[in-house]
């Protein structure tokens, strides 16, 4: 039995909610503070991404048992579902059906509050956390940065308050202290496909719907109640961009030139277009995670990452699986637990980093390109047929728990297999070739 | 004629202070803070290294005639002297005799600050800056951080105030701004070298010293005084380590052994050792460098780099060199000025920051290789033969004005013909050989 300490959680998003029901379980004593009010009280909508769980994610939610009560408010998704020229294309995720699930983030926030607070962690919202004295696990908390604050000691403070941190920012200001942020020149904004009137979807339900149109692209993820999430990535500056859309008329213009089956399904474009802001979209990088036994980071806050992986919260929950599996192995020693811990996790961190990155370019570019589904179609037979041999990047990302780091690598060396098998004459015509898959299995080093 | 203008500069160092003299030439009316006593009345030292002042820094001091001041507190240094197992070997940094120049920090950073007060400038010393209103250029000025602020309009604010600069500080915090901060697992401490008793120098004084060791390294710049400014570059951790010389004995011990030529001209060895801090190095890169037509970053404050290339204030001083280009060019419109000083400043910075990280590599490890003195021979012979075609990397970075990204793919460009030309058989045999003339030329694309 580990010794029952008094922890701070700072950040009640997604990450920090299920790390107080695995602290809870411990046996802790854990308070949650958020800048923000309760977001089961408040109107959540505008500036989201539907989420897509998958493997990690439902592997951290069923250790602590809370799983199927997510499952409720999860919709399968089993395919791509892609838009090119007013066409529809499905692509399977995984071979075996698998799927990757849609949730609504305001859905699944309160949801995972709930059960925090039925596990036993108390919430304290509209509190400001300002700075942090890391040797002493204490919090500032006050209205203002220039105002009074209250000091809050605890015996272990855990920052889950996402690409911001302020608890990375005190982190920060100590020295040897590495850390990037950079932004990308895309933004996204969030639509909305409503319901039909009898409450059913009014595109395939079980599809992750994209149209990929090179530098932009749109994708829409199911709800329960019938309507889709969209969001749209696309460039701040440039031709195709949302400094070039600046009234009802040329959004209007834009959507039925490029995006025509959208335009019966969304039919409050552009009053969504101006009401709901565009986003940034940030990848933030940090190292060391932790502070000796008192204070560390987790998810966003040690690891912002793009979108285009769907691994961001997935990502985040699996760091709550590899802390817990340190505080099983080492007890009572956090130091050693929180050493572990970010030397375990900051390799796949940076590997999922990475390969989110590079997915913008499959995503709005390639899941359209005749190239690239020969590709997949090579690799799905070869995968069929030596499933030990090969399975997928993208698989082996969603559908396996095997580590991020581990995925790119092997990852990038399918690529150059595959780089080389597209070189053969007249592929388009022996993909399902014994002598294609001889030139596989000659290439591959594992 | 420019329009007059109340400018503040944040830091009165070596930038600073001499982006001061540029902005009162101009006809502005400039303020200086810093948050130190004035350097002029204090000790300095202990943790400096001796600044190696090329081409581009003279350039920017001579073209508002403080050059000739300067150089009055300088050391020509014509050549590397090589360290190895007791044994000396001299290697002429330019082919035509050029030199680069010692000076101390302290010493020039007073010089510095009295011209800038010749100039007209005004100094404020022991004033924190803790916040700036980047859209008004205000200072807020106090005695601590969560104190009382004094606000100070100005027109223009510059951050000239280093690594861990408050004006970025506050620009770091505005959306889509691009951060990194990256520690090496090397520091450095300062040493000294007393000078003979009668005011001599005890080594070649028109020498950069360097004992290369491979993981760590020792170098030694003169001074006027007689005596040597030595900075010894080590690992934090492991074999040879700042962690591993925890005592006088081990220190000793270790100078005995690894650096027996050292004993006998570092008599307070142990004292210094111990009386110096271990400072730690960074590279910080960031975008963007200004803030409409009210704040810009200068120097170390927008692209602190490593100091293994001698170029962070030869840098610096040429960021002035541009920002004066551009205000010679756009007068008045200081947003056109600084927008055209980042953009043309941003790729130079990243490339000097890249070619400084890549040297230590150089200095410490193959300036005591054979096989490396060999290129440097078979480089030299050919570019004294074909001085239009091969101007090598060290000369393009040191020795001219040409823009350091260029330096930096034309030295690229170079390493993939030497590297080719390294695996010529019996090499180095054949090295002054027509055939390696030959092969140079026929690889050789500009």
């Known amino acids: 039995m580990q010794k029952s300490l008094s922890i701070a959680i700072v950040g009640s998003g997604l990450v920090g909610s299920l790390l107080a029901v695995y602290l809870r ?92 607070e039925e596990a036993g962690a108390e919430f304290f919202f509209e509190k400001k956390i300002w700075d942090v004295n890391l040797a002493e696990a204490t919090l500032q908390i006050g209205e203002t940065e220039r105002g009074e604050w209250e000091a809050v000691k605890y015996d272990m403070v855990f920052g889950s308050d996402g690409a911001f941190s302020r608890v990375r920012h005190r982190m920060q200001r100590q020295s040897m202290f590495d850390y990037s942020q950079e932004f990308l020149p895309t933004g996204y904004k969030e639509l909305h496909i409503p319901a039909n009137p009898d409450g059913t979807h009014r595109l395939d339900k079980n599809s992750f719907h994209i149209w990929p149109k090179g530098d932009y692209m749109l994708i829409a993820l199911p709800n329960l109640d019938g309507s889709f999430t969209c969001t749209l990535f696309m460039p701040f ?20 030139k490029n995006l025509p089956d ?15 802001p ?11 995670w932790t502070f000796e036994n008192k204070v560390a980071l987790i998810g966003d806050a040690c690891h912002a990452i793009v979108p285009f992986y769907g691994q961001g919260m997935n990502a985040g929950f699996e760091d709550i699986t590899v802390l817990h599996e340190f505080m099983e192995e ?33 995503m709005s570019s390639k899941t359209a390109d005749e190239s690239f589904l020969l590709r997949k179609k090579i690799e799905k037979r070869f995968s069929e047929k030596y ?60």
Chains 1, 2 share one sequence.
Request: hydrophobic share 40%; glycine share 4%.
């Open 262 to 276: 959208t335009v019966d399904v969304i039919p409050n474009l552009a009053e969504d277009f101006f009401k709901n």
């Open 330 to 362: 080492f007890g009572d020693d956090w130091e050693k637990i929180f050493k572990a811990y970010e030397k375990s996790r900051k390799p796949d961190a940076d590997a999922i980093a990475e390969l989110s990155y590079r997915n913008f370019m499959e």
């Open 237 to 256: 500056e440039g031709e195709n961009s949302f400094a070039s859309l600046t009234n009802r008329k040329q959004v209007e213009d834009f959507f039925e």
């Open 25 to 116: 379980k411990a046996g802790h004593s854990v308070h949650i503070y958020d800048r923000s009010p309760d977001i089961r009280k408040i109107q959540f909508s505008g500036r989201s991404i539907n989420l897509a769980m998958s493997d990690r994610g439902w592997k951290a939610l069923d250790a602590v048992n809370v799983g199927d009560s997510v499952r409720e408010i999860a919709i399968a998704m089993d395919k791509r579902a892609i838009h090119v020229n007013n066409e529809l294309k499905f692509q399977p995720y995984g071979f075996n059906g698998e799927s990757i699930y849609s949730i609504s983030r305001g859905t699944l926030n309160r949801k995972m509050i709930d059960l925090a």
């Open 387 to 446: 499933p030990d041999k090969w399975l997928p990047l993208y698989s082996r990302v969603t559908f396996s728990h095997r580590p991020y780091s581990e995925a790119l690598a092997i990852g990038d060396h399918q690529k150059a297999i595959m780089d080389q098998v597209m070189l053969l004459p007249q592929i388009e015509k022996k993909w399902d070739s014994e002598e294609v898959e001889e030139k596989i299995l000659g290439l591959l080093r594992f």
């Open 278 to 288: 565009t986003s940034t979209l940030v990848t933030m990088k940090c190292f060391p």
